[in-house]
């Protein structure tokens, strides 16, 4: 797998930095635009790339990003293999029960995103094919309204690329996924249209260990990210607009945990 580096910063007084390690492992699901992906010089962009970085540098740490499957990441971050997972993963109370996230920073929903001239809405797509990403939120959400929207098939992708390859090829009808990146995928592509948001009322963040101390660390530094601007900017970057005021982007929240 395809290993990235950005630069130590060390931050001298920076009470965190002492506790932190020199270098953190995060997994990543590569080609998740625009919170992580490649450029064309094949180097790591992305929101959260940009995020991570911010937070290492808080941290007094370098950053090793690990390319791995969406689905791949829950493991990898229970067994040890990395310290933190991105990838717009979405806070549940299912998830809290065997990892750790630290405070969201960014609102969602999902979407149907379609060829301009297939389906225009989810009612168009009974007896369609649907194709989303192993073990997402889209996956969840779809496999439960499978019936209700009488759904031909279910085909499970790694990532956004193959699926778009997949849709625009005619094997599937419509892609059910994150809106914020299929929102920033069909920009430049007019063949395709985002053409439903499905409110979930979904919450990202960065995944940890079980009660790892990491989180709670990195948790503190999102307060200051928040606090002095640094999120907003970064939402400006990626999507063009500032975030919405009151967002999980630019309030300070606590860490999420189990009722």
């Known amino acids: 797998m395809r290993l990235t580096g950005l630069t130590m910063a060390l931050l001298a007084g920076t009470a965190l930095s002492a506790a932190a390690q020199d270098t953190l492992t995060v997994g ?35 950053v090793e990003t690990v390319n791995i499957p969406f689905n791949g ?7 040890g ?7 717009s993963i979405t806070i549940t109370d299912e998830r809290l029960e065997s990892v750790s996230f630290a405070q969201p ?42 019936e209700t929207y009488g759904f031909a098939d279910i085909r499970r992708y790694e990532g956004l690329a193959p699926a778009m390859l997949d849709l625009q090829a005619g094997r599937i ?5 994150d809106i914020p990146a299929l929102q920033y995928y ?5 063949q395709l249209e985002v053409v439903e948001r499905i409110p979930t009322g979904e919450t990202y963040s960065m995944m940890f ?5 990491l989180a709670t660390q990195v ?11 640094v999120l907003a900017e970064l939402h400006e970057k990626w999507f063009g607009v500032a975030p919405d005021e009151g967002s999980s982007t630019v309030t300070v929240l606590p860490m999420p945990a189990l009722d």
């Open 81 to 87: 293999r990395i310290d933190i997972a991105t990838s």
């Open 186 to 190: 069909v920009r430049d592509k007019p």
């Open 219 to 229: 948790n503190a530094v999102l307060d200051e990210l928040k606090t002095e601007g």
């Open 73 to 79: 990441l829950f493991s990898a971050v229970q067994s």
């Open 209 to 213: 260990a079980k009660d790892a101390e």
């Open 173 to 177: 009808d419509g892609y059910v996924s």
């Open 105 to 146: 920073y960014y609102d969602s929903d999902q979407s149907l995103t379609a060829l301009a001239e297939g389906p225009a809405s989810l009612a168009e797509m009974e007896g369609k094919v649907v194709g989303v990403d192993t073990g997402s939120t889209g996956d969840m959400w779809a496999t439960e309204q499978a």
């Open 28 to 62: 990543a699901n590569i080609g998740n635009v625009p919170w992580e992906f490649q450029d064309e010089s094949g180097e790591f962009v992305g929101f959260e790339i940009d995020l991570v970085a911010a937070v290492a540098e808080r941290l007094g740490a370098e």
